[in-house]
C-alpha cells in the first residue's frame, strides 16, 4: 500500500468533511430551475439547427435537392455534406487493436446513409419551427442496399456490407484465452450453459443532447456549450478537426442533466454546430428532441452470449467459455471506439471470482442501428448477468445454495492481489464482506422461509443474488477503451486563492449529476484546511485546466478527488508558509483549519483572507521572496486503478394471472472504500438500482426488420417510474484502498448488480415451471410466454 | 418536433367556438386539455390550419344530477369527475376508473370531451361511455344532436363527427345496480391499459338480474359485450361461475398484438382481471 491514504496525525483533530452527508451545493440552483443548461444560453441572435434524418436504415444517397428549402421563410444556410467537405477533417476513432476497422465520424451522411435517424442536411434558420418547415421541403432520394437489421444477419455469408471499405460487417473481433478451458470443461464434475442476451437499451438521459455554439466575431473563436461528459475530448478532437487551436476554441459542459454514458462520446451535430458556426460566423443552437435524442444518441448493450461455465463436485468454478456476439449499430464511436462495449463484456466476465482457465470469444458486427456506446456500466451488466446466471445454474445441478456457490468462488481477503482468468488484476477489496453483509442485511435465511411458505401456497417467490466487481479510477497503465491512444489515466486540479481569500478550485471532470461540486469541495475543505463555504468548484471547462478527458468509467472521484488532495496538500504548505512569517511561528508549528493557520495549542491564528492580502496587496509584511502565488496545481494519476464491489439481493414475486414481476425487497452492501459523502453515495446506488430495473423489466429499443426503431417514444420505451422503483437497503463496506483519498469509483455498479439478480429472483420465483430466464428485459409478454411454453412442456411429458 | 404553422383563436362562446370551426373548412381542430393534441401537432400527425380554444369557454364545465342521470360538461377535467362525490355516489364505476387516467399532471388539464372524442382504444372514459350507455350531445353548423356512444366510437383514434362538430355534454343513465367492478392492468401505474374490464350488476335471490360489461384494450375501441351480460342473467352463481364468465368475456374479444403485448397474453389478462373482478362484484352483497 502506497503512503496516500495513511491518514496524517492532524487529520485526526481537524473536523472532517469527508464522509459527512453534506447536502449538495449544486442542488438549490438545479431544484429551483435556476440551473444552466447548454440549452439556457442566449448568444446574441442566435440561429437555429434541424436536422433531416434519414428514413431509410441503408441505402445510397442519389440525389439531395436543398433548394426549395434554401427559399424558406426564415431560412439562413443549408448544409449537406458536400456543401462542408473543405471545412473539416473526419475523426478517427483510432484503436490499437487488432481485426479492428474504424468508421470515420462524419458530421452529415455522405455517400450512403447507414441507419434510420442518421443526420443527412442541415437547415440553420432564425427559429427551430421554421428551420423545421424547411426540412420537409428537402427532397431526398434513396438509393435501398438492403437492410442489416440483426447481428446474426450482419454475420451472414450474403449480408450487405456498411462499410465496404472495411470488406466485412465484422469491425472487431477479439479473444482472450487463459489455461486449457476445453480440457477443464471436459474433466469437470458438472457444465452449465445457455444462450444469454440483453436487449438494447437507450440511455435516456433526462436533458436531452443540446449544443450552442457562441461565435465570437472579434477573435474568430468558438465556445461550444455542451451537453458532454468528455468536454476535453470534445475540445481536442474538434480543435483537430477543424484546425482550431485550444485558445480559439473553448468547449464547456455547464450544468448536464444526465448521461448515463449517452452524452460521453463525440457527436456528429457536435462537429457540425462548430462547422456551421464558423462558415457562418453566427452563434447556433440545436437541442435533440426526444425522438432525435432516443434514435440517434449512443445505445446500450445488444449482445448475444453463448457462454459455459464447468464445476468440480465441490462447486468450485473451475472453466468459462464464452463467445459475444455484439450488434454495435453502424459506426464506431469517438474516442471509444464500438470495441467498449462488447470487448468489456469477456474482458470481466470471469468478475470477482478463481475461474482457473477461461475463453472468452468476441465480435462485434455493425447492423443498421445508431451506435452502441459507453453506458453506466460498460459491459458489465450483461457479464455480470451472465455469469451470475450461470453461478445460479451451477448450484442448482450442484444441489448447493447460491450463496454458498458464491462464497466458494469469490477471491477473499488473503488472496488479493488477484489476477482473473481475463487478466484484469483485483486490488483488495471486500468481496465476500459484500456477499455476507448483504446477506444478513436481507435477513437471507428468513427470505428462504418465506419462499418455503409461498411455494406451499402457490405463490412464486424468488430470491436472486448478484455479485461482481469492477475497475475504478483507472489510471494511466490501463486503457479504458482496448488500444485507444488517449490519455485517460489523469486528472488535473488547479486551486488557488485570490487577494480576497476566496478559493477556486478547477477540474476537467465534468459532472453531470454526480455531485461533483460538492464533493470535490468537502476533499478540499479537508486536506486544506479551508472553509467548505468559501470554496468554488469550477469543472466541465477546457479553459479551466490544460488538458482533461471528463467524468466516465467511475473515475472522477477517484483521479480528481486525488488530484483535489495533492494540490490542496501544496497549497497548505504554502499557506502555512506565510503564516509562519506573520505569526512568527515556525512551519511546523502551525495547523490550517477552517480558513485559518493556527499557530498549534494557542489562540494565534491568521485567516486565509490576511493571508492573501499579506500576499498579493500589501507591499511590506512579506520578503518579496515570500510574496509566493496562493496556488497550487496537480495532475494525479493512480496507475492502476482500484476495484469497487458490491453483492445485490433481489427477492420479488411473479403474479401469475398478470406475470407482473414485484420487487420485494432489494439489498445492495457495496465497497467504494472512502466514503466521500454518504448522501450521493445512496443517491448514486438508488438510480443505478432503479436503471437496472429498467434494463431488467421494462426498457428495450425495438428495431423491425426494416431497421425501424418502434419505441421510439416515451409512450412505447417504457423506463421504470417512482412506483416501479422499490426502498432498498444500502450498506457499505468502506475497505482500504491504496490510491489517494482510499476512494473507489461508485457510481455505475448499481446498474451493473441489478439486471443479474432480478433475472436471478426470477428464475428463482419460476423454478417451479423449470423456466430459465436468458433475456432481458423479462417484460410481462416473456413471463406469460415462459409460464405457457412451460406448461405445454409438461403436459406433453405427462401424456 | 415542432408543429407546423397554425392560427390560434379563443372564443368566449360555444356558437363563436363553432362559427370558427366552420370558418376552417374542415381544417379546424378543437383544443381542450391539449395531452393528447399537442404531441400529435408536435409529431405533425396533425396539422389544423386552425386551433379553437375551448378553454376560455366556463360553461362546457360542470357535473350535474339530472334525473335519473348525471350529465358532465365536455370541458370537465378528469380531476373534477375523478373527486366529485357526485359521481362516486351515482356512478361508482367511473369514479373508480378515474384513479387510471395516466398521472395527475395530466389529470389536471384533460378533459372528459377530449377524451371521447380523442377515442383512444385503451382510454377509460371512453369505456365508461360504453359500459353506462351514455349520449353525447353535439353541436355543429345545424345546431345540436345527440349521438349515443356506441354510435359515436368508430376505430382506433376515430369518432363519428362531423370536422366542425363540437361535443358539447355526455350523459350518464345512472345504474340501479348493487355490485360493481374495475379492473386493469397496465405496464405501470397511469399508463394506457394492456386489458381492462368493468363490470356492474343487480342480483336476485337466484342469481344475476342485470348486468353491464365493457371491456378496452382488446379492440380497436372500447366494446360493451351486451351478449355476455345476457348471458349472465341465466347462468348460476355458483363455484364454476367465475372460469364460465371469463371464457365468455374472452370468447367475445379478439384482440391485436402490438409492441406490448401480444394478443395471446391480452386475452389471458382479460380472462384474469374477468375473474378478479367478478369476484369483487359479487362480494359486493349476498
Ligand atoms: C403520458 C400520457 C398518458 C396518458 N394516459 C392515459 C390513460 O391512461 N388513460 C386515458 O384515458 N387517457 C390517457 N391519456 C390521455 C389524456 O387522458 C388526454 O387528456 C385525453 O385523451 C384527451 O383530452 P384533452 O382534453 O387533453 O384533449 P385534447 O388533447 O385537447 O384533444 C384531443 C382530441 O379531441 C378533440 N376534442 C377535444 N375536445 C373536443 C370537444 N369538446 N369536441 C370535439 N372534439 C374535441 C381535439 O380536437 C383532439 O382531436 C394520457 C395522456 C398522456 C400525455
Redesign the pocket.
Same mark, same amino acid.
Given at each position: 500500500m502506497s503512503k496516500d491514504s495513511s491518514a496524517q496525525p492532524a487529520d485526526v483533530l481537524r473536523p472532517r468533511h469527508v464522509g459527512a452527508p453534506i447536502k449538495r451545493t449544486e442542488d438549490p440552483r438545479l431544484l429551483t430551475g435556476s440551473g444552466e443548461y447548454a440549452a439556457d444560453r442566449k448568444p446574441d441572435r442566435p440561429l437555429h439547427i434541424a436536422f433531416r434524418r434519414s428514413e431509410q436504415p441503408h441505402a445510397r444517397l442519389t440525389r439531395i435537392d436543398t433548394a426549395a428549402a434554401q427559399t424558406a421563410p426564415g431560412v439562413f444556410a443549408v448544409f449537406t455534406a458536400e456543401d462542408i467537405a473543405e471545412d473539416f477533417k473526419p475523426v478517427i476513432p483510432f484503436s490499437r487493436m487488432a481485426n479492428y476497422y474504424a468508421t470515420p465520424i462524419m458530421p452529415l451522411a455522405s455517400g450512403k446513409v447507414r441507419y434510420v435517424g442518421e443526420a443527412i442536411v442541415a437547415v440553420v434558420a432564425t427559429s427551430r419551427y421554421l428551420a423545421e418547415d424547411a426540412l420537409e421541403l428537402i427532397e431526398i432520394e434513396f438509393e435501398p442496399l438492403g437492410t442489416v437489421s440483426r447481428s446474426e444477419l450482419a454475420v451472414a455469408q450474403d449480408a450487405p456490407l456498411l462499410h465496404e471499405e472495411a470488406g466485412t460487417n465484422v469491425l472487431i473481433a477479439r479473444e482472450f484465452k487463459k489455461g486449457d478451458v476445453e480440457a477443464d470443461l471436459k474433466s469437470a464434475a458438472v457444465r452449465v450453459s445457455g444462450r444469454f442476451e440483453m436487449t438494447r437499451k437507450a440511455p435516456l438521459a433526462m436533458e436531452p443532447r443540446s449544443y450552442t455554439a457562441e461565435y465570437d466575431v472579434r477573435r474568430g473563436a468558438i465556445t461550444l456549450y455542451t451537453s458532454s461528459n468528455i468536454p476535453g475530448i470534445v475540445r481536442d478532437a474538434i480543435s483537430e478537426s477543424l484546425g482550431l487551436p485550444g485558445s480559439r476554441l473553448r468547449v464547456v459542459a455547464p450544468d448536464v442533466g444526465g448521461s448515463f454514458g449517452s452524452k460521453g462520446s463525440l457527436y456528429p451535430e457536435e462537429l457540425l454546430i462548430c462547422i456551421a458556426a464558423r462558415k457562418l460566423g453566427r452563434s447556433l443552437k440545436w437541442t435533440a428532441d426526444r425522438l432525435e435524442d432516443v434514435s440517434s444518441s449512443s445505445q446500450a448493450f445488444a449482445e448475444i452470449v453463448d457462454a459455459e461455465m464447468g464445476f468440480d463436485e465441490n462447486g468450485v468454478a473451475v472453466a468459462l467459455q464464452a463467445d459475444v456476439l455484439g450488434d454495435v449499430g453502424a459506426y464506431s464511436i469517438y474516442p471509444w471506439t464500438c470495441g467498449l462495449e462488447p470487448v468489456q463484456v469477456v474482458s470481466f466476465l470471469p468478475g470477482p471470482y478463481k475461474i482457473r482457465s477461461y475463453r472468452g470469444a468476441v465480435r462485434g458486427v455493425a447492423t443498421c442501428k445508431p451506435p452502441t456506446g459507453p453506458y453506466r456500466g460498460v459491459g458489465r451488466p450483461i457479464s455480470t448477468f451472465v455469469a451470475e446466471r450461470l453461478m445460479d445454474l451451477g448450484a442448482k445441478a450442484l444441489g448447493l445454495d447460491p450463496m454458498e456457490i458464491r462464497r466458494r468462488n469469490l477471491v477473499c481477503a488473503e488472496e488479493f492481489p488477484y489476477r482473473i482468468a481475463s487478466g484484469i488484476i483485483w486490488d483488495k477489496t471486500g468481496f465476500v464482506e459484500c456477499l455476507d453483509t448483504a446477506g444478513a442485511a436481507c435477513g437471507y435465511e428468513q427470505l428462504r422461509v418465506r419462499q418455503a411458505e409461498a411455494r406451499s401456497d402457490g405463490r412464486l417467490f424468488g430470491i436472486g443474488i448478484a455479485s461482481y466487481a469492477e475497475l475504478t479510477g483507472i489510471g494511466s497503465r490501463i486503457a479504458v477503451a482496448p488500444g485507444m491512444p488517449i490519455n485517460t489515466g489523469s486528472e488535473t486540479a488547479k486551486i488557488f486563492i485570490d487577494s480576497t481569500g476566496a478559493i477556486t478550485a478547477a477540474f476537467g471532470v465534468a459532472s453531470h449529476g454526480q455531485g461533483l461540486e460538492t464533493t470535490l469541495a468537502q476533499i478540499i475543505a479537508d486536506d486544506l484546511g479551508a472553509n467548505f463555504a468559501d470554496i468554488r468548484v469550477i469543472q466541465g471547462d477546457s479553459d479551466a485546466v490544460p488538458m482533461s478527458t471528463g467524468t466516465y468509467a467511475s473515475r472522477s472521484a477517484v483521479l480528481g478527488g486525488g488530484a483535489a488532495k495533492h494540490a490542496s496538500a501544496l497549497l497548505r504548505d504554502k499557506i502555512k508558509r506565510v503564516a509562519s512569517h506573520l505569526l512568527e511561528a515556525s512551519h511546523d508549528d502551525i495547523e490550517v483549519s477552517g480558513g485559518k493557520a493556527i499557530v498549534i495549542g494557542t489562540d494565534r491564528a491568521v485567516t486565509f483572507r490576511q493571508v492573501a492580502k499579506a500576499v498579493y496587496s500589501d507591499m511590506k509584511t512579506l520578503p518579496v521572496d515570500a510574496r509566493e502565488e496562493l496556488s497550487a496545481s496537480y495532475t494525479y494519476d493512480p496507475i492502476n486503478g482500484t476495484t469497487a464491489a458490491a453483492t445485490h439481493i433481489a427477492a420479488v414475486e411473479v403474479d401469475p394471472a398478470t406475470c407482473f414481476v414485484k420487487i420485494q425487497k432489494y439489498v445492495v452492501a457495496e465497497d467504494c472504500g472512502q466514503i466521500i459523502n454518504p448522501m450521493i453515495v445512496d443517491g448514486q446506488v438508488h438510480g443505478g438500482v432503479a436503471q437496472g430495473i429498467g434494463a431488467a423489466l421494462f426498457e428495450e429499443l425495438v428495431y423491425d426488420e426494416d431497421g425501424q426503431l418502434l419505441s421510439a417514444s416515451l409512450?412505447d420505451y417504457v423506463i421504470p417510474s417512482a412506483p416501479e422503483v422499490p426502498d432498498m437497503d444500502v450498506v457499505h463496506i468502506e475497505s482500504e484502498s491504496a490510491v489517494a483519498g482510499g476512494f473507489r469509483g461508485m457510481g455505475e455498479g448499481g446498474t451493473i448488480g441489478a439486471p443479474a439478480a432480478i433475472a436471478n429472483a426470477i428464475a428463482d420465483a419460476l423454478s417451479p415451471f423449470d423456466i430459465d430466464v436468458n433475456l432481458l428485459p423479462m417484460t410481462p409478454e416473456r413471463i406469460f410466454r415462459l409460464i405457457e411454453q412451460a406448461k405445454l412442456k409438461a403436459k406433453e411429458k405427462s401424456e | 418536433m415542432k408543429p407546423a404553422r397554425f392560427e390560434y383563436v379563443a372564443p368566449a362562446t360555444l356558437d363563436a367556438a363553432v362559427e370558427a370551426l366552420a370558418a376552417a373548412n374542415g381544417e379546424g381542430?378543437?383544443?381542450?386539455?391539449?395531452?393528447?393534441?399537442?404531441?400529435?401537432l408536435n409529431f405533425r400527425m396533425?396539422r389544423p390550419t386552425v386551433l379553437v380554444d375551448?378553454n376560455g369557454i366556463k360553461d362546457?364545465s360542470f357535473i350535474e344530477l339530472r334525473g335519473d342521470s348525471v350529465a358532465i360538461g365536455?370541458?370537465t377535467r378528469?380531476r373534477e369527475i375523478e373527486h366529485s362525490p357526485l359521481i362516486a355516489s351515482r356512478l361508482p364505476v367511473m369514479s373508480a376508473a378515474m384513479r387510471?387516467?395516466?398521472?395527475l399532471a395530466?389529470?389536471n388539464?384533460?378533459?372528459i &370531451? &377530449?377524451?371521447l372524442?380523442?377515442a383512444?382504444p385503451?382510454?377509460?372514459?371512453?369505456m365508461m361511455a360504453m359500459l353506462y350507455g351514455a349520449s353525447l350531445t353535439v353541436q355543429g353548423p345545424g345546431g345540436r344532436r345527440t349521438l349515443m356512444a356506441k354510435d359515436f366510437f368508430v376505430d382506433a383514434l376515430t369518432n363519428c363527427?362531423e370536422p366542425e362538430?363540437?361535443?358539447?355534454e355526455i350523459e350518464f343513465p345512472i345504474l340501479q345496480h348493487d355490485g360493481w367492478a374495475f379492473e386493469e392492468v397496465?405496464r405501470r401505474f397511469?399508463?394506457?391499459?394492456l386489458a381492462s374490464i368493468a363490470i356492474s350488476i343487480r342480483r336476485d335471490k337466484s342469481g344475476i338480474e342485470d348486468a353491464r360489461v365493457a371491456v378496452m384494450g382488446v379492440a380497436d375501441t372500447p366494446l360493451r359485450l351486451e351478449n355476455v351480460e345476457k348471458q349472465l342473467c341465466e347462468i348460476e352463481v355458483d363455484s364454476r361461475m367465475l372460469d364460465r364468465f371469463s371464457e365468455l368475456v374472452t370468447s367475445s374479444v379478439t384482440p391485436n398484438s402490438d409492441l406490448h403485448a401480444s394478443a395471446e397474453y391480452r386475452k389471458h389478462l382479460l380472462g384474469e382481471l374477468a375473474k378478479r373482478a367478478m369476484r369483487t362484484a359479487l362480494a359486493a352483497k349476498g
Open positions: 409512450v | 381542430k378543437v383544443l381542450a386539455g391539449g395531452q393528447s393534441l399537442l404531441p400529435l396533425a375551448l362546457l365536455a370541458l378528469h387510471h387516467v395516466a398521472h395530466i389529470r388539464r384533460g378533459t &370531451g &377530449g377524451s372524442s380523442h383512444d385503451a382510454a377509460e372514459l371512453p363527427l362538430d363540437i361535443v358539447v397496465a397511469g399508463d394506457f391499459a
